[in-house]
């Protein structure tokens, strides 16, 4: 017996629906979020009506809604070629003054001596509260000093005193500012996939960067 010929209306119905179905899902997944993120920042990098500082506070906005980050800072190097936090989101007013008075050298960013940290990628170094990866006298950058010293459960937990830094640099190489992040909602350490999307904001952060100085 001959079967039906499918009914290629339907058919054709049944692939735009599952399209926009998919579509309107994907909005919850952390990977189509982070996407779309992308496309807001190369939207913003693109805006004639914002300058540098704008466009790094919108950055930031983005950054700390996108992921779920308690709080987000970036800083770059300036024409004396040292580096200074220039926007935030999340942080306590008493913990922007400081941070806004601390100046780093390049070599803060690559040697451990001073600050205790460790390179997990060519891009990203994490600091951990465990290494006090920070002196005494920048203890006032703390976001939430009244819980320093709470113990880590898991290696997944985030505690304070944690900070994780993505470098920009430019396209030579050349160490341009950094973004770093500084608490995240759920208390975790940020998984690989965050710190990828992390570092794909600092190359457009880069681009936008340099362009601004041409």
Do not use: C
């Not at 914002?50 to 930031?60: E, I, S």
């Not at 001596?113 to 465990?130: F, H, N, R, T």
């Not at 904001?201 to 041409?214: G, N, P, Y």
């Amino acid at each position: 017996m001959k079967g039906k010929e499918p009914d290629e209306q339907l058919a054709h119905e049944k692939v735009k629906w599952k399209m926009k179905y998919d579509y309107m899902h994907a909005q919850t997944d952390r990977v189509h979020r982070g996407l779309e993120g992308l496309q807001t920042a190369f939207a913003l990098a693109e805006r004639p009506d914002l300058d540098l500082m704008g466009f790094l506070q919108q950055t930031v906005n983005l950054l700390t809604k996108l992921f779920k980050l308690k709080a987000v800072t970036i800083g770059l190097r300036g024409s004396d070629g040292n580096f200074r936090y220039q926007v935030m989101s999340g942080l306590r007013d008493e913990a922007w003054t400081f941070q806004k008075s601390v100046v780093y050298s390049e070599a803060d960013f690559t040697d451990s001596k001073v600050y205790k940290g460790e390179m997990i990628s060519k891009l990203s170094k994490i600091y951990l509260a465990e290494d006090v990866p920070y002196p005494e006298k920048e203890k006032a950058a703390y976001n939430r000093p009244f819980i320093i010293g709470i113990k880590r459960r898991t290696s997944e937990d985030w505690i304070e005193g944690d900070y994780l830094d993505v470098h920009i640099r430019g396209t030579n190489g050349n160490l341009l500012g950094w973004i770093e992040i500084i608490g995240t909602n759920d208390g975790k350490i940020p998984d690989i996939t965050t710190v990828k999307f992390l570092e794909t904001f600092a190359s457009i952060l880069a681009r936008r960067i340099q362009s601004s100085h041409v």
